[in-house]
Each structure stands twice: as structure tokens, then as C-alpha cells.
């Protein structure tokens, strides 16, 4: 649909045109406008129903005699044509496209005319699964990649523009073009925040500006986020003492190392403890406003803050002066928030968590397993599963915590934050939006599985039964993942998915394409096996969650390796305990590789690698983690994997170092392994 004024009929009103511009297949608008005396054009586009501008065109002088939108150079999307008019200079004409970031004339005139205002064509991240692994870039509004799939992980864009990825080399930061601005280089960078961003790389925590610049002097143990104009840092001292202190938007120090704990800033003050026993409230400058003589003190809420007279005590709260406004009576008690906050009552498994307001009235009664504040004046409160075992999760209903009413009756599983008026919920199979009413929205999308839903600019991005992709509003999917991976020659490796319970969820491959069919339906039984395919009862309560999942760790001519992962979490438990397998197939004749098979019948591989193992914890500082004479070598049939140039060889969370520290994994180089590697063995000869 398009309107244009034409020569015969120089613009007697003022102009519009609605046409896709942009080529997302959702039209924009041109609109002229005089302002001064000034003709201009705004070019806008619908947020979410809302029209924003994304770019003006300025004249000079005179009146657009000619406007219309026409497919000239593309046909993916229509091109802007205006002809200016004006008693001086005479006629003019612009072709204008758009750019991905702003619109430019082809006909190559430079003048002053095209200001850019934001507003770019989204883009979205999403990873395509490939015989490398899962490589990540960005689809426009129609579900095509604009940046092609070449990252191991991407982030959002930010409102700047630069997007978080990572590449084999390190973590960087990419412009809309996929123009690298920070090179791959940190091995970690953290999101804008006031226009800054913490990186980390060997050195530790730093800040960068958004043209990559760092700006701090050194490198620090931590820094946080930056929140009115102030961001924590934390660092060991010369005795010692791991203490915080907070750093100005030019990465200064402006308050130095001194506080044994601290909080971010709001509204100007922050909670920090000075010493044992005692508090501080302070300003951004460091300036003490007041004094705490408690065990603890939580953060700054709403005039009040959470306090306990010792460790042990129970919580109550505290003004900003320090006095006692309501004494301590509950088990656990968080800041204040628009006059609303969660306490609960009960110190055994038996939660009893409610609402309070100010002066200590119960706004919703304690009675719940669990409460979960969304915005927007709603809670999700939740009764459990079990009164007997309340650690196995809730059913949820939704709150007003203006009023304490519960709006609905315990039916989901999952409610997530309320944005724009929704909020993303599920019950056991369908993930949907609910209203403030509750309510399931009737005019968004209700899909299969379990997981959230959440606006994205144009799109909805569906993050279901672990898979992320995108749909539009009406429900229509306009990208998914990938089902199959093609390998070289014949060969791919297809997805299952195995969900036979809410808390039960397995993605296991299959491999399709070898010769011999009996071979490959073995493959197949023993790849469901490993990945823990088994009989769940569909209506059985669990006690546990397990989720599994795989992809390709490494292929070469006839040799598959596959990672399965799967992270089992017993429920109450601190954490889950994660798994990794990584079958070797030879996709010839079905065999599935041992390590001892990589190596000359009689060698002593297990004595080889152990010593260099052991040579590698005792020289490299990267394994500095590993436990005190933990490590007493390698099994026989030690968990490994292969890949082009190494053998790399790995060992379970605790197994010689704490549970943080992951799979402990070495690298050894075929180089050095050479004189017992079986190079006439089966095994070598699948990827040689």
C-alpha cells in the first residue's frame, strides 16, 4: 500500500507515503512537515503499534514536488523518490535507501540533508548448528541472516549499537555490520551500563569506553555494572584484606579500597560495612550520612532497610537514621520496593513467604511457598507441589500487591516479569502471555512446550524446551534452529527430541547416511542410550530435573565426534551435577572408539599421558586450581576426545578439582605422542 504526489500537482498538503523501506516486509511512513518555514520529510516506523521516528531529511527551502516509493535497484524493498522544488536552486532529486542504519541517497549527492536518528532495522541473534558446532549471527525481522553464522556465542545489540561475541580467540565487540570495534581479545565483556562496559581478560577486570578505549589505570579482581555514575571494584590489599571501593566514569578510583562489603548507588547513597558489627549508608563521594551498629544491614529500599542485631538473629528493618521502625520477627527479609516487601516467617523447609508494607501489615499473608515480584504491581505466589517436600517447586497464581487479591487461581508453572502489560507463563505444556488481569492473552501466540516468551523489538523470541527462536506477533514462526546437520559426503546428524515429562527433557542425534543400514540403526540405538533416552512416567513427580542435549564436537572424513551433555538437578539440592560423553564413531562401519584404540597394542599410554599430564598441573599456572595431590593419573579408559591437531583428555566436576572449575581438560599434541599412536589402527585411519 503506497500514496505519492505526483509532478501534475506540486503539494498543495502535505505529503505521506506508506511503503516498505526497509524491506522487513512491514511498511513505513513519509511524512513531510514544515517547521520555520522549513519543508522536511520524517521517515517513522511502528514500535509495537507506536510510531518512532528513524530518520529526517531536511530541505532547503523550498517544497517537495514530487514524493513516491518505487522498487529501483532492489526488490526486496522500495525506494524513496523526492523531488524538491525551490524558486533559487531549482529542481532536485533524491533516491534515498535504506542503509540498515540510516538512509543515503544513490545518486551519490552529498549534502547536509540525511541526519540519522536511531531506530535501525533490528537485528537478532541466532546460531546455526554446523559440523563445527553451533556458530551464531543475526537475522532481520523476515528470519534471514544478515550477519552470516560465524560466532561460537552473540549477544543483543545494545541501544549503542555494538553486540557482544565471541569467537575461538576471545570475546569482542561488532557494529551492525559485523565490523569488529573491540577485536575478540577479553575473555569476557559485560554489558553497557552508563555507557561503559567491564571486560576481563588475564590481567582481571577493567572498563572500557564504547569505542573500546580502557579507561581504567589497572586491572582489578572485580567491577560491577555502573549505576549513577559509579561502578563497584573490589581488590586484595597489601594485607591481604579483599576489600570494595567504587570508580568514576573516567575509571578512577574516587572512592579507594575500604569497605569489607558494598551495594550499588541509589538515589545517590549506597549500604556499605565498615568493619564487623557495623555499617554505613554514604554518599557518591564517600561521605558517611550514617552510621549502623548491626550484624548486618541489607540494601537501601524504599526509607527502609533490612537489618539483623547479629548473624544469628532474625530480621526486622531500620530507617535511614538507624532506628528500629519494625522489630525483628522474620526468617528473611529483602529491601522495600514501591512500598511493598517479601519476608518469610518460617526458618525450616515449610516456606511461609508474604507481602508487608511499611508499617509491617501483611499486604499478601504468609502462607506461600514462594513469592516472585513482576512489576507492574504483580507478584506470582506460589503454593507447593508437595506441603511435605515444598523443595520440588510451586503452582503459581497471580497477585495484586496493591491490594493483596489474587487474581487467579494456582495454575502456572512459570510467570516471568511483566513488560508492556504481559508477562511470558506456562502451565505444563504451553508457554503463553497473560494480562494483568492474569489472564491468558487471546491475541499473542500460545505455543507447545515449556520455557518464556518475550518481546524483541519487532519479533517475539521463544525460548522453548531449550530451543530459541523467533515469531511474530500473530504467532507466525519467521526462524527456528536447524534439525539437521549436514556433514561432508552423505553424512548429517539429525535431532531427536525426547520429552517425556514437564521435568524431563533429552535432544539426542541421530546419524543418517551411512551404508550399511544394521550398522547405522545400532549407532542410533546407542547414541538414545547414552544420551539417557529411557521410559519417564509422563504424570510421575520427579525429584529431579534432567535436561540433555549434544552436538558435533569434531568431524573428519569417516570419524564422528559428538559431545552429550546432559546437567541432572536434584531439586533442593545447592546445584546439579552436569555430564559430558563424547562417542568417537566411525560412520564406515558403525565402530565406536576407545582411547586404548588410538594407541600401538602393549604401548604404556596410560603411563605416557599421565606424566604429561602431571607435567602440565605442575607448570601451567591455568591448573593452579587442581586439588593438592588429587591427581594420581589416568584411568585406562580415561573420558577423552580427539580432534584435528590433539588428544585431549578430561576429568569430572570433583573428581581433582573443585566443582566450579568444570571438566578439568588437557591438550596433548599428537607431536608428542606420536612414537605410540597406532597410526595403522582403525581409530587414526577414520580421520587420516
Known amino acids: 500500500m503506497k500514496s505519492a504526489i505526483g509532478p501534475e500537482s506540486p503539494c498543495k498538503r502535505l505529503p505521506v507515503v506508506l511503503a516498505d523501506l526497509d524491506g522487513d516486509g512491514v511498511p513505513e511512513m513519509a511524512a513531510a512537515y514544515i517547521r520555520n518555514g522549513k519543508t522536511g520529510l520524517v521517515i517513522l516506523k511502528s514500535f509495537y503499534g507506536i510510531w518512532q521516528p528513524i530518520a529526517h531529511i531536511k530541505g532547503k527551502g523550498g517544497r517537495i514536488h514530487y514524493l513516491k516509493a518505487a522498487r529501483i535497484s532492489r526488490m526486496d524493498k522500495r525506494h524513496l523518490v523526492i523531488g524538491w522544488q525551490d524558486d533559487d536552486l531549482g529542481s532536485r532529486l533524491e533516491i534515498l535507501e535504506w542503509t540498515g542504519e540510516s538512509f543515503a541517497n544513490i545518486l551519490g549527492e552529498e549534502d547536509d540533508r540525511l541526519v540519522k536518528v536511531g531506530g535501525a532495522v533490528p537485528l537478532y541473534p541466532a546460531a546455526q548448528r554446523t559440523s563445527e558446532g553451533a556458530k551464531w549471527g543475526y537475522l532481520d525481522n523476515q528470519g534471514r541472516f544478515v550477519i552470516q553464522p560465524q560466532y561460537d556465542s552473540a549477544m543483543d545489540f545494545q541501544d549503542n549499537g555494538l553486540a557482544i561475541v565471541g569467537k575461538p580467540e576471545g570475546t569482542g565487540l561488532i557494529d551492525r555490520s559485523g565490523r569488529f570495534v573491540v577485536p575478540p581479545v577479553y575473555s569476557s565483556i559485560l554489558p553497557f551500563y552508563e555507557g561503559r562496559a567491564a571486560v576481563i581478560d588475564d590481567a582481571g577486570f577493567k572498563v572500557i569506553d564504547q569505542s573500546g ?107 535511614i537514621v538507624g532506628n528500629v521502625v519494625l522489630p525483628p520477627k522474620y526468617a528473611m527479609a529483602l529491601p522495600f520496593d514501591q512500598a511493598r516487601a517479601e519476608v518469610n516467617l518460617s526458618e525450616g523447609i515449610d516456606n511461609q513467604y508474604g507481602l508487608i508494607d511499611p508499617k509491617g501489615n501483611f499486604i499478601i499473608p504468609t502462607q506461600y511457598n514462594y513469592i516472585n515480584r513482576l512489576g507492574e504491581n504483580r507478584a506470582a505466589v506460589g503454593k507447593a507441589l508437595d506441603p511435605q517436600r515444598p523443595y520440588l517447586g510451586s503452582k503459581y497464581a497471580i497477585a495484586d500487591i496493591v491490594n493483596g487479591a489474587l487474581l487467579t487461581d494456582f495454575i502456572y508453572t512459570e510467570v516471568n516479569d511483566y513488560s508492556e502489560g504481559y508477562a511470558s507463563a506456562a502451565t505444563e505444556k504451553k508457554t503463553f502471555f497473560i494480562d494483568q488481569s492474569g489472564k491468558i492473552a487471546k491475541l499473542l501466540p500460545v505455543v507447545s512446550g515449556s520455557g518464556t516468551l518475550s518481546f ?38 539429525i535431532e531427536g527430541k525426547y520429552k517425556p515429562n514437564m521435568d524431563y527433557l533429552v535432544y539426542y542425534p541421530e546419524v543418517s547416511g551411512m551404508k550399511n543400514s544394521s550398522a547405522q540403526k545400532s549407532v542410533n540405538n546407542k547414541l538414545k542410550k547414552l544420551s539417557k533416552v529411557k521410559p519417564v512416567e509422563s504424570s510421575a513427580q520427579l525429584d529431579y530435573s534432567y535436561t540433555g542435549d549434544f552436538s558435533v564436537e569434531f568431524f573428519k572424513k569417516d570419524l564422528l565426534v559428538l559431545q552429550l551433555s546432559g546437567y541432572n538437578f536434584p531439586f533442593g539440592a545447592a546445584h546439579g551435577m552436569p555430564t559430558e560423553i563424547y562417542p568417537h564413531i566411525d560412520l564406515a562401519n558403525g565402530s565406536f572408539y576407545r582411547l586404548k584404540d588410538l594407541f600401538k597394542p602393549g604401548s604404556n599410554y596410560v603411563k605416557v599421558l599421565s606424566d604429561i599430564i602431571g607435567t602440565q598441573i605442575k607448570n601451567i599456572p591455568e591448573y593452579s586450581y587442581v586439588f593438592p595431590d588429587a591427581y594420581k593419573g589416568i584411568k585406562p579408559d580415561q573420558p577423552f576426545y580427539v580432534k584435528e591437531d590433539a588428544l585431549y583428555i578430561y576429568f569430572e566436576p570433583y573428581e581433582i578439582a573443585p566443582y566450579a572449575a568444570g571438566f578439568p581438560t588437557f591438550r596433548i599434541t599428537y607431536a608428542e605422542i606420536i612414537p605410540i599412536i597406532y597410526t595403522a589402527g582403525a581409530f587414526w585411519k577414520a580421520f587420516h
Open 456 to 493: 524483541t523489538r519487532d519479533l517475539i523470541r521463544a525460548n522453548i524446551d531449550m530451543r530459541t527462536y523467533y515469531m511474530d506477533r500473530t504467532g507466525k514462526v519467521v526462524w527456528h534452529p536447524n534439525y539437521i546437520i549436514p556433514l561432508a559426503n552423505q553424512y548429517k546428524v
Open 213 to 319: 578505549t580502557v579507561i581504567t589505570p589497572r586491572a582489578y579482581s572485580f567491577i560491577g555494572n555502573y549505576q549513577e555514575g559509579r561502578a563497584l571494584y573490589a581488590d586484595t590489599d597489601a594485607q591481604g584484606n579483599y576489600l570494595y571501593g567504587y570508580l568514576d566514569r573516567q575509571g578512577k578510583a574516587v572512592i579507594p579500597l575500604q569497605y569489607e562489603s558494598a551495594n550499588n548507588f541509589i538515589a545517590g547513597r549506597a549500604v556499605v560495612k565498615l568493619k564487623e558489627n557495623q555499617f554505613a549508608l554514604i554518599g557518591l563521594n564517600g561521605e558517611v550520612l550514617h552510621t549502623y551498629h548491626y550484624g548486618t544491614v541489607g540494601n537501601l529500599g524504599d526509607g527502609l532497610l533490612p537489618f539483623q542485631q547479629d548473624f544469628n538473629s532474625k530480621y526486622g528493618y531500620i530507617d
